[in-house]
């Protein structure tokens, strides 16, 4: 193929999957965000946390359905435009039209496998941590009025009337239990104002009162303050309160296989890192598998002419059905039992050998002889 040509199809190939990706991952990433977080997760500040930490593994999930549906856009659109008989006119091979598609996959699945190893890793607990976040209350913007919280373990509860500003509450009440000193503590303040520090909150009452109770003694002591400081281990400005926990979601790169848990010793986490190793894996290589079966559909069932080419559509179909089927798989099959991990492998080259089976057979149906020459003397151009 010309390369003038070549460049062309491989920029608009390019940019379509870019488009069809954008298309995928928004109303995606906007769908896991809305139901994750509450609308106090704005107030919070916590959506662009969850944001990063969401996006890497939605963009190489849906990267292969990307470029599988854009391999069949654009060579449908060749199809019907009549350019697909334009290139067989010039004695170009098959393999040479699918050229420029193989390239962008290829790519797309090196980029599928940096994403799915190293990016998507890194920041997935991003996520998680934001969950940890909202399950715990640890965010002191996203209490709610006239609500029981208790943190530290249940040592802690707290309980305030409204809200003044983002940060300042009036009428506060908290209970708590101090190991250290053997007493109990019940605190009352008019105006409460959160201040976050690196390593957490602290708690700055006005005007109110303490009354404390030591252990083994029935009486309360009461004592009233102007200014009292509570620290509280919430979300402070040193970013978000760690988990005593690591997902094997989380591991990135050859670490990831490196730690891989023995079977008999935790099963629950065996089966985890199985259902993540897959999609580590196979995902990613999606990529050449649904470009492969896309283009070599399309060339098969589509009219080269431009004529009747609507049987070319079945790879808008297959593609999309294909790729749910197989992340359904190493989603949820490879988690329940991990020895099925066999199913997602022969459904890939499945894809692979079907693709290119599709497209050797085309090309052999192509591949018409170069035109015979031959050399005339005058005396036979004359007979001629």
């Known amino acids: 193929m010309p390369r003038l040509l070549t460049l062309y199809l491989t920029k608009r190939i390019a940019l379509s999957v870019l488009m069809i990706e954008a298309s995928l991952c928004l109303p995606l990433v ?22 990063l930490g969401i996006m890497p593994t939605i963009l190489y999930i849906a990267l292969p359905m990307a470029v599988g549906i854009a391999m069949a856009l654009e060579f449908y659109r060749m199809a019907s435009e009549g350019m697909i008989a334009v290139l067989y006119s010039l004695r170009m091979s098959v393999w040479s039209i699918c050229l420029p598609g193989i390239s962008i996959a290829i790519v797309c699945v090196g980029i599928g496998y940096f994403l799915s190893s190293v990016v998507s890793p890194n920041y997935v607990g991003e996520m998680h941590d934001v969950i940890h976040v909202i399950r715990n209350s640890l965010n002191h ?27 300042v509450v009036d009428g506060i009440f908290i209970h708590q239990i101090a190991d250290e000193k053997k007493e109990e503590q019940i605190i009352t303040a008019a105006v409460a104002e959160f201040r976050r520090s690196d390593t957490g909150v602290m708690l700055v009452l006005s005007n109110g009162s303490i009354e404390t109770r030591a252990e083994g003694d029935n009486g309360m002591h009461s004592a009233n303050f102007d200014e009292y400081v509570i620290p509280i281990d919430m979300q402070g400005n040193g970013g978000m309160p760690k988990r005593n ?31 993540e190793g897959t999609k580590r894996v196979a995902i990613p290589l999606l990529s050449l598998s649904h470009a492969l079966l896309a283009m070599a559909l399309v060339l098969t069932l589509a ?23 197989i992340l359904i798989g190493a989603e949820t099959l490879v988690r329940q039992d991990p020895h099925l991990v066999w199913l997602v492998g022969v459904a890939i080259a499945g894809e692979i050998i079907a693709g290119c089976y599709l497209i050797h057979r085309k090309n052999s149906n192509y591949n018409l002889p170069e035109p015979v020459t031959a050399d005339y003397t005058r005396a036979e151009y004359q007979n001629a």
């Open 141 to 167: 913007r996203m209490l709610d009025p006239a609500h029981f919280y208790t943190f530290d373990n249940g040592s802690k509860t707290l309980y305030f009337q409204r809200w003044r500003t983002p940060d």
């Open 245 to 275: 926990w690591r997902g094997v979601f989380e591991i990135p790169g050859l670490e990831f296989f490196r730690e891989r848990p023995h079977r008999a010793d935790d099963p629950r986490r065996f089966s985890e890192w199985m259902s």
């Open 30 to 51: 906007m769908t896991s965000l809305f139901s994750f977080l509450p609308p106090a997760a704005v107030r919070g500040g916590l959506v662009w946390p969850a944001l």
């Open 303 to 325: 009219n080269a002419t431009g004529r009747s080419t609507k049987a070319g559509i079945t790879a808008f179909i297959v593609i999309p059905i294909a790729h749910i089927l």
